[in-house]
């Protein structure tokens, strides 16, 4: 639950709002789940709990712009598949065999792995096929259920569905759950009308593009708009992510997955020259980590690989640690349109935190917080994680008491899969 008025004590504050700025020593007073003052000395009597982050970092939780949250059931299993490989075993072969109990349980336990691991919002690309509203609901119910901040962003369903909970339960735009539109490709045809539809509802957009000149096929069909996340990015022609930075949009890089599965060279260096700064994501649970912490790694090694070696341009600059952290946290609030809300530490938004120890061996002794950060810590080093100021997980334990039952039937649906 949420304490109406709760104090964060004693930590090193990385804001990541220059306004604010890092802070050696300071506290953080939260009130009905908004920070509310930022600075040493809070007294404590004004606060109903207390968390002592004494020795700790304290920081906004990170953003995940892009991850497909039902492919948790199936975590692991597809480590050493390629780009298409996935879509013949995960899309095409096992997601038809999962029940609606089976969506629900992937995404709950998705999010569940993601606050456990400071990730306090992501937006769930959800492109597996809806085949009814019981599906769709089982999905969302799992989202609402696990106290994550996320964008359910719909897709392989059908309209009407879409509509049913836009008006319903997606209905507010200020929520814990919002709704975006997975608007992926096609036809001429049915890229208009996907499009038509989010206009209609008033949602955000978001898409996989890789390759060739998709942006500019958008412009060219008159569907282009602002609010849009670009996923990946990857091998696309001159000028394309210029129109990204000129048209709202924003770019989202799942630099593990990238690397792994083929999709070509997370573009790190080109969306600098085009001015645009990307967010990160974990994409799919069934080949990466859904730790912040290992993207962050990727980017951050990526990005000066390719500057070092030439492979991103004469002109490429080499990636700083404290530009990967803002990719994960501000970034990410840009990308998905909640800069307003989160973020950042700033007096206003609303209280999405995370508390990370530093007296673990692998992380101590302490010389620069951020490259602590980005270049040595994991999710062991998650202490404590609010989402909207309720606490969700505290001196290293998740508050979710059904956790124990969720693990056994994550072992059933897996043997089931595999025929035992």
């Known amino acids: 639950?949420?304490?109406?008025?709760?104090?964060?004590?004693?930590?090193?504050?990385?804001?990541?709002?220059?306004?604010?700025?890092?802070?050696?020593?300071?506290?953080?007073?939260?009130?009905?789940?908004?920070?509310?003052?930022?600075?040493?000395?809070?007294?404590?009597?004004a606060a109903d709990e207390r968390i002592d982050a004494r020795g700790c970092l304290v920081l906004p939780g990170f953003v995940d712009t892009h991850r497909h949250m039902w492919q948790a059931a199936l975590r692991g299993s597809g480590a050493d598949q390629t780009l298409d490989q996935y879509f013949a075993t995960v899309l095409h072969t096992l997601a038809p065999r999962l029940s609606a109990d089976d969506l629900h349980l992937g995404n709950l336990l998705s999010a569940l792995g993601a606050l456990d691991a400071g990730v306090t919002t992501v937006q769930d690309i959800s492109n597996v096929d809806k085949p009814t509203e019981e599906h769709t609901d089982a999905l969302l119910d799992a989202l609402t259920e696990s106290g994550l901040r996320s964008?359910?962003?719909?897709?392989?369903?059908?309209?009407?569905?879409?509509?049913?909970?836009?008006?319903?339960?997606?209905?507010?735009?200020?929520?814990?759950?919002t709704m975006a539109l997975n608007a992926e490709a096609?036809?001429?045809?049915?890229?208009?009308?996907?499009?038509?539809?989010?206009?209609?509802?008033d949602?955000?957009?978001?898409?996989?593009?890789?390759?060739?000149?998709p942006v500019s096929r958008l412009r060219r069909l008159g569907v282009l708009r602002p609010g849009t996340v670009f996923i990946h990015g990857t091998g696309m022609a001159a000028g394309e992510l210029e129109l990204i930075r000129d048209s709202g949009g924003a770019l989202s890089v799942a630099p593990a997955i990238e690397m792994t599965m083929g999709h070509g060279l997370p573009p790190f260096a080109a969306a600098a020259a085009a001015g645009l700064r990307p967010s990160l994501s974990v994409d799919v649970e069934v080949a990466?980590?859904?730790?912040?912490?290992?993207?962050?790694?990727?980017?951050?090694?990526?990005?000066?690989?390719?500057?070092?070696?030439?492979?991103a341009?004469?002109?490429?600059?080499?990636?700083?640690?404290?530009?990967?952290?803002?990719?994960?946290?501000?970034?990410?609030?840009?990308?998905?349109?909640?800069?307003?809300?989160?973020?950042s530490l700033t007096p206003g938004k609303q209280a999405d935190?995370?508390?990370?120890?530093?007296?673990?061996?692998?992380?101590?002794?302490?010389?620069?917080?951020?490259?602590?950060?980005?270049?040595?810590?994991?999710?062991?080093?998650?202490?404590?994680?609010?989402?909207a100021g309720r606490i969700v997980k505290r001196a290293g334990r998740l508050r979710y008491a059904g956790l124990p039952r969720l693990l056994a039937r994550a072992e059933e649906v897996r043997d089931r899969l595999a025929g035992r």
Do not use: C
Not at 203 to 213: D, E, F, K, W
């Open 1 to 45: 639950m949420t304490s109406a008025r709760l104090l964060v004590t004693g930590g090193r504050v990385l804001s990541m709002d220059p306004a604010v700025g890092e802070l050696p020593s300071a506290d953080i007073l939260v009130a009905d789940g908004r920070i509310t003052e930022v600075r040493p000395d809070i007294d404590a009597t």
């Open 151 to 177: 964008v359910f962003a719909y897709g392989q369903g059908t309209a009407q569905d879409a509509r049913r909970i836009r008006s319903g339960r997606l209905h507010a735009k200020d929520g814990l759950v």
């Open 186 to 201: 096609g036809s001429d045809e049915n890229i208009r009308r996907g499009w038509a539809l989010a206009r209609e509802l």
């Open 203 to 213: 949602v955000p957009t978001a898409l996989h593009v890789r390759g060739g000149s």
């Open 288 to 311: 990466a980590p859904s730790d912040m912490f290992t993207q962050m790694r990727a980017a951050f090694q990526i990005g000066r690989f390719a500057a070092l070696q030439g492979h």
């Open 313 to 343: 341009g004469p002109e490429a600059a080499l990636l700083t640690a404290r530009e990967v952290l803002e990719f994960a946290t501000v970034g990410g609030a840009e990308a998905l349109g909640m800069a307003d809300r989160i973020g």
């Open 353 to 387: 935190l995370l508390v990370l120890r530093t007296d673990r061996p692998g992380v101590a002794p302490l010389h620069d917080a951020t490259a602590a950060v980005v270049s040595s810590m994991d999710r062991a080093d998650v202490d404590t994680v609010l989402v």
